[in-house]
């Protein structure tokens, strides 16, 4: 690190450290100018008490402050706005380097509107906000590029109701979320890149060191699909009952070349797996490893 400028050191840790959500954070002086900054240096360290932090640099060419921290220095409160697609141009905007007493909810086109326990104002047009008491700033350097850690505490969630179920349950594929990454991308969060990763079971995974030598050496089988197989709690008996009919043509159709068998059936295991079928994929690998 020592070999990079600030700004390079900059660049490519935020190219890596990505994709990054976004703290819009409002924010008031002790005179009741209002600011509003994005702040994709942001994130969730803690749910009880509930804790998020963001960081307002120095900046690298003049090594000045950000208005967001001189307010929070001088005003301890912050609405975080949960920035969504549709916000993400104006967002963008509300970043130019305005002077201090201009109000970037103007210039930036949101709307206010007025929060419940703190006293800067909430973005309306956000569909999640957080008002927040700042109950600690850490400056990390007197440089350049270097960030102050403005911890807060959420005193107050709001969660726009077209987001939850009639039981409350949240909806990812509905909050239209972006984020940050290097330079001047963004990635967006929908319905099309979203996918699950089933959370390892409360007892423990057998491993990967645990995998019969023929499934974890496979030739066609990656590490996701080996993760996926080696989450379950024991390698599953071979179930007499199950019958797949593609898995009986692949073994009629090659009963003569055991080579290739093992190929179809591995990647017929990884098809399933693919699907999240990780049951049936355990009993197509048990299955041939009793033919072949
Ligand atoms: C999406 C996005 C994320 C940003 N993240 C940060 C950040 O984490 N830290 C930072 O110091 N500046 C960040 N910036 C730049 C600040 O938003 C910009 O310097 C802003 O104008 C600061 O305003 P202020 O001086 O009014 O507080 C970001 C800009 C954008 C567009």
Redesign the pocket.
């Given at each position: 690190m020592k070999d990079l400028s600030p700004a390079e050191r900059q660049y490519y840790l935020q190219h890596i450290i990505a994709p990054?959500p976004?703290?819009f954070?409002s924010?008031v002086d002790k005179e009741g100018n209002v600011?509003?900054?994005?702040?994709?240096?942001?994130n969730l360290f803690s749910s009880n008490p509930p804790i998020v932090v963001?960081?307002?640099?120095?900046?690298i060419r003049y090594n000045t402050?950000?208005?967001?921290?001189?307010?929070v220095l001088e005003i301890p409160e912050v609405v975080i706005n949960i920035?969504t697609y549709d916000m993400?141009q104006q967002?963008?905007l509300?970043?130019?380097?305005?002077p201090?007493e201009v109000d970037?909810f103007i210039k930036a086109g949101f709307t206010k509107e007025k929060a419940t326990l703190v006293q800067p104002p909430m973005v309306k047009e956000s569909k999640a906000k957080l008002e927040c008491k700042v109950i600690e700033i850490k400056e990390l350097g007197k440089e350049g590029g270097a960030?102050n850690l403005v911890i807060c505490e959420v005193l107050l969630m709001h969660i726009d109701d077209s987001l939850l179920d009639e039981n409350k349950n949240f909806d990812q594929t509905k909050l239209g979320l972006v984020a940050?990454l290097g330079g001047d991308w963004?990635c967006r969060v929908g319905p099309d890149n979203l996918f699950k990763v089933k959370k390892p079971s409360i007892q423990l995974g057998i491993g990967i060191d645990a995998l019969p030598e023929g499934i974890r050496h496979s030739m066609f089988l990656t590490g996701n699909h080996l993760g996926q197989l080696a989450n379950v709690e024991a390698i599953p008996l071979v179930e007499p009952s199950f019958d797949d009919e593609h898995l009986r043509n692949i073994f009629q159709y090659y009963s003569i070349n055991p080579e290739e068998m093992e190929k179809e059936v591995h990647l017929y295991a990884a098809k399933l797996l693919d699907a999240g079928k990780v049951h049936e994929a355990w009993q197509v690998l048990l299955a041939s490893e009793n033919i072949i």
């Open positions: 990054r976004i703290c954070a924010t600011n509003l900054s994005p702040f994709s240096f942001f963001f960081s307002p640099g120095r900046k402050t950000k208005h967001s921290l001189q307010n920035v993400v967002t963008s509300a970043s130019c380097e305005y201090k970037e960030g940050r963004y």
